[in-house]
């Protein structure tokens, strides 16, 4: 692997690139948000402001004029004092951007492109462009637009250019997610390992994943874990994992690890003791379904034809256990999608390709899930398509009961 800022140099290349202008591009990072008095909620940068700089500190900006800059937020010293911070060389050697500026220096440059009669600008760091009513959005991409549209006619928004280069991942990029899928193999093993005797509930199994991951490097968890026995793998995000395991029954593992920024998402559903015959039927059509899914996966293969070929096994899974008797019944029993795009965010879109391209990575998860019977199953593994077909890069781990 080479030194991280290789391959951040690498990305903002790409981008200029693509974009063939000599405007100034505005990157925002995402602000530190408060959780609860003198708590930040825990941080996680904006991703494509990540994969231009590998800086994963709150309130930095990146400037792309002539030269590369990097913005460095005002921290007090009684923040220093606190939380520490990211100094001046380490956002260097990070990022492979050597010139790092305040607001005010970055105010002038932008500046002096007005007075030169530059009017446009690109801008980036936004959201996905779906949200939960429930949500609330980090407001730095907001404020900096805001200011950015008081000095400049014309703001374009690049963030589905973002979207679309981030897609197609470079070896660097492989090689964290693999290292990501490596660690958290280990922690799935080492759990199952456990299962039958020593581990009483939910949360055991949510310990010693975490354990595994920080004990082998990882930054942490890629996502809220999820441990769910029985009938809470019918809740798709269940995330207490406070319930006691069953004595004999089935055990839904949704959880990943970190590493360099990027991602695994990985899922089990182990049994413990001795599960039943429909358990055990269930289980076999998710599996026989997920390795016919991969096997889908190559370069060039249009998302639609990849996406009516997966509901169509997938239907071909619930007919064999009785359970599509009406059209409706397919997304009762089966309510998520099958694959979605992974890296440095756990769900990626494919950014806007219409066909598999070599370098992209996603998931595969199908999943069946019977209200009437109590019943959760979903086998979930991380797939690079490759320039001949596919890798399953989680592959390692068994997929078995
Ligand atoms: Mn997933």
């Known amino acids: 692997m080479e030194a991280a800022s290789a391959m951040f140099c690498e990305h903002r290349k790409k981008l200029r690139n693509a974009l063939n202008s000599k405007n100034p591009i505005i990157i925002t990072g995402y602000t530190s948000m408060q959780l609860a008095g003198d708590m930040a909620v825990p941080f996680i940068q904006q991703?494509?402001?990540?994969?231009?700089?590998?800086?994963?500190?709150?309130?930095?900006?990146?400037?792309?004029?002539?030269?590369?800059?990097?913005?460095?937020?005002?921290?007090?010293?009684?923040?220093?004092?606190?939380?520490?911070?990211?100094?001046?060389?380490?956002?260097a050697k990070v990022s492979g951007v050597h010139t790092i500026i305040t607001a005010d220096v970055a105010k002038n440059l932008l500046k002096d492109?007005?007075?030169?009669?530059?009017?446009?600008?690109?801008?980036?760091?936004?959201?996905?462009?779906?949200?939960?009513?429930?949500?609330t959005?980090?407001?730095?991409?907001?404020?900096?637009?805001?200011?950015?549209?008081?000095?400049?006619?014309?703001?374009?928004?690049?963030?589905?250019?973002?979207v679309r280069l981030r897609a197609t991942k470079d070896e660097n990029e492989h090689a964290y997610i693999r290292k990501a899928i490596a660690i958290t193999t280990k922690g799935f093993n080492s759990v199952r390992d456990t299962l039958a005797d020593l581990v009483q509930y939910e949360y055991e199994v949510e310990a010693s994943l975490g354990y595994t991951f920080r004990m082998n490097g990882a930054e942490g968890y890629a996502y809220e874990p999820i441990v769910a026995a029985g009938a809470n793998a019918l809740t798709l995000h269940y995330t207490r994992n406070n319930n006691p395991l069953p004595k004999n029954g089935l055990l839904l593992i949704d959880a990943a690890a970190r590493v360099g920024g990027y991602c695994a998402d990985i899922t089990r559903t182990?049994?413990?003791?001795?599960?039943?015959?429909?358990?055990?039927?269930?289980?076999?059509?998710?599996?026989?379904?997920?390795?016919?899914?991969?096997?889908?996966?190559?370069?060039?293969?249009?998302?639609?034809?990849?996406?009516?070929k997966s509901d169509e096994i997938m239907k071909e899974a619930l007919r064999s256990l009785g359970l599509l008797k009406k059209p409706e019944d397919y997304r009762k029993y089966f309510p998520h999608a099958i694959s979605h795009g992974l890296g440095i965010d756990v769900h990626?879109?494919?950014?806007?390709?219409?066909?598999?391209m070599p370098g992209m990575v996603l998931t595969v998860e199908p999943g069946i899930y019977i209200p009437e019977e109590g019943i959760g199953v979903r086998i979930e593994d991380d797939i690079l398509v490759t320039e001949t077909g596919n890798e399953n890069l989680s592959g390692d781990l068994p997929t078995g009961l």
């Open 113 to 135: 492109q007005q007075k030169a009669g530059i009017t446009k600008v690109y801008a980036g760091g936004y959201d996905a462009p779906y949200l939960k009513d429930s949500f």
């Open 348 to 356: 990626e879109s494919f950014g806007g390709y219409t066909e598999f």
């Open 270 to 308: 182990y049994a413990i003791g001795t599960p039943t015959a429909r358990e055990v039927a269930v289980h076999a059509a998710v599996e026989k379904a997920h390795f016919a899914i991969i096997n889908l996966i190559k370069p060039g293969l249009a998302l639609s034809e990849y996406q009516d």
């Open 137 to 162: 959005i980090n407001p730095a991409a907001v404020i900096a637009q805001r200011t950015l549209k008081r000095k400049f006619q014309n703001v374009e928004d690049i963030r589905p250019l973002l």
């Open 47 to 91: 991703a494509d402001f990540f994969w231009l700089t590998g800086i994963s500190e709150p309130g930095w900006q990146l400037l792309l004029l002539e030269e590369e800059y990097l913005v460095r937020p005002y921290i007090s010293p009684s923040e220093l004092l606190f939380d520490g911070g990211m100094l001046d060389h380490e956002a």
